[in-house]
């Protein structure tokens, strides 16, 4: 969506950004009769944060690893915080990161957890490693996934490379429109003096660096490969090795870094960690 992130209150006259708080309200009095005072922006993230300290109270008092009585609530909070989320902040594509990384893998590794029939010590240590660190975005490293859950890591890596990869591709569109855009209102001058802060026309999306409009194309074909890789991972259901699925996060945030600064060394790496993403030799059969 398109926001004016720079709010005024009719109310009192405060003064705050939509960005940090989310909400039309005003911070200060609470009026909800509140204008924007700067031209649209795109934008797709929510201010919000990650707190699972109720829940790990709850499962550290429990005799099992998952207690019944919380696990559809946490579910509920981490599927919650992730719907919220998204990549474009303020006209910015942000990174992939990794708070939002760690909640999609516990969501699926307390879904795998509950199938199993006779989890082990390590699927446990796994899980509970996971509760703990993903407020801080941090998850076990891949090769301390167990087999039995890696599942849980190649499908949070498919759900969040999709998430990232809608919001890149909608990015790109936006870039695209404002070059277009402005190359044919470069001559246009209009007596308009901007004090309604009114400008349909003004770029709804920002990027650093030179030329923005020559790293579209390649953007694109990049994203394109990688969809292919996060197709044949989803294929599979997630039961990749772990380096091959942390290999497609990469790739995305390597992509991201591409098209916000227009290095080329990003997309190169991109373009490698893509190649390392590949699971073509695995058959679902196989697995």
């Not at 890149?168 to 470069?186: C, I, K, N, V, Y």
């Not at 591409?258 to 073509?280: C, F, H, P």
């Amino acid at each position: 969506m398109k926001v004016r992130g720079e709010r005024e209150c009719q109310s009192c006259g405060t003064r705050w950004s939509y960005y940090e708080t989310g909400s039309v309200a005003c911070p200060s009095c609470g009026d909800l009769r509140s204008v924007g005072v700067d031209a649209r922006t795109a934008h797709t993230d929510t201010s919000v944060s990650l707190d699972l300290s109720a829940h790990r109270e709850r499962f550290g008092d429990a005799p099992e690893t998952l207690p019944r009585s919380g696990v559809d609530d946490l579910q509920s909070d981490l599927r919650e915080y992730c719907r919220k989320r998204g990549f474009i902040d303020g006209g910015r594509l942000a990174p992939l990161d990794e708070t939002y990384l760690a909640a999609r893998e516990l969501l699926e590794a307390v879904d795998c957890f509950e199938r199993l029939r006779d989890p082990t010590d390590a699927d446990r240590e796994y899980l509970l490693a996971l509760l703990a660190g993903a407020d801080d975005g941090d998850r076990p490293p891949a090769d301390e996934v167990p087999t039995a859950l890696r599942e849980a890591r190649g499908m949070a890596a498919v759900r969040a490379v999709e998430a990232y990869r809608s919001d890149a591709l909608d990015f790109l569109d936006e870039l695209e429109a404002g070059a277009e855009r402005s190359e044919t209102e470069q001559s246009d001058e209009n007596a308009d003096d901007g004090s309604d802060a009114e400008n349909d026309n003004a770029p709804t999306v920002t990027v650093d660096g030179e030329n923005p409009e020559a790293r579209i194309g390649p953007a694109r074909d990049a994203f394109e490969r990688l969809r292919d890789r996060v197709t044949r991972v989803d294929a599979l259901g997630g039961d990749v090795p772990p380096a091959a699925a942390d290999a497609l996060v990469e790739a995305a945030d390597a992509l991201g870094a591409y098209v916000r600064t227009g290095d080329e060394t990003a997309l190169t790496n991109a373009d490698d960690l893509i190649d390392d993403a590949s699971v073509d030799d695995l058959d679902p059969a196989d697995r």
